[in-house]
């Protein structure tokens, strides 16, 4: 079952924060956070093993609610590198080594 | 540190042509998989192996797709009797358990079927 995004797009000004959220209808093992940019392979950005955790590194950070089976990705003061499209993956706990990844999240920093 | 590398990176061919793709994922990691990204979607799994062995296909992928891992080294996708459907860009990525199966990706093979 593909996990849920929201919203599908946004548009940022330099500096200006965003939320991208992600949801899945089964019990998770684990969410991944990919950036993707034009015309190249995603990237990693973070996993989230554990109800309640959340990670972050330089100014993305991501939160993970276990329960509601929801994963936030949190980018404070955007750049414009931070341009790309967002995919959170999902595990499950019958197979926590397949990601499925969800439909993405545009985002676009401008100056 | 070299990292998943994909061949071709580009493929046009004519519908009903089989193709085939390699991947060579980073030497220590044991599990690699394949997607297939459509414009303005996320990565749609396709199958994946440990090792030299399959451990699942998507139901949704027909038979005309096939994969192998031979060794446990590199793997190939195949595609027979090409459909313009088939038109995609087709990613690989490898994992290992001591990394939590976080997924390094390939730059993709990206096939146009005319």
């Known amino acids: 079952q593909q996990p849920v995004q929201s919203p599908q797009a946004v548009i940022l000004r330099e500096g200006e924060d965003a939320v991208i959220n992600c949801s899945s209808s089964?019990?998770?093992?684990?969410v991944h956070w990919y950036r993707q940019k034009h015309g190249e392979a995603p990237v990693f950005l973070m996993i989230?093993?554990?109800?309640?955790e959340q990670k972050g590194h330089d100014k993305i950070s991501a939160s993970f609610n276990e329960k509601k089976q929801q994963s936030s990705l949190y980018l404070t003061a955007s750049q414009l590198s931070y341009s790309g499209t967002y995919f959170c993956g999902t595990t499950s706990r019958t197979s926590y080594d397949k990601v499925i990844f969800g439909p993405g999240t545009s985002l676009s920093v401008i100056p | 540190d070299t990292g998943v590398s994909q061949n071709p990176r580009h493929k046009i061919t004519k519908r009903g042509q089989n193709v085939t793709f390699r991947c060579d994922p980073i030497?220590?990691?044991?599990?690699l998989y394949w997607y297939r990204q459509t414009l303005g979607q996320g990565p749609e799994f396709l199958t994946y192996?440990?090792?030299?062995?399959?451990?699942?296909k998507s139901r949704l992928l027909s038979d005309r797709f096939s994969a192998e891992r031979p060794k446990g080294s590199f793997s190939t996708l195949e595609i027979q009797r090409t459909e313009q459907g088939d038109s995609a860009m087709y990613l690989c990525a490898s994992s290992f358990r001591q990394n939590h199966y976080e997924q390094y990706f390939g730059p993709g093979t990206r096939l146009t079927v005319t």
């Open positions: 089964k019990a998770l093992y684990s």
């Open positions: 030497s220590e990691h044991n599990r």
């Open positions: 192996f440990q090792n030299e062995a399959q451990l699942e």
């Open positions: 989230l093993l554990k109800g309640g």
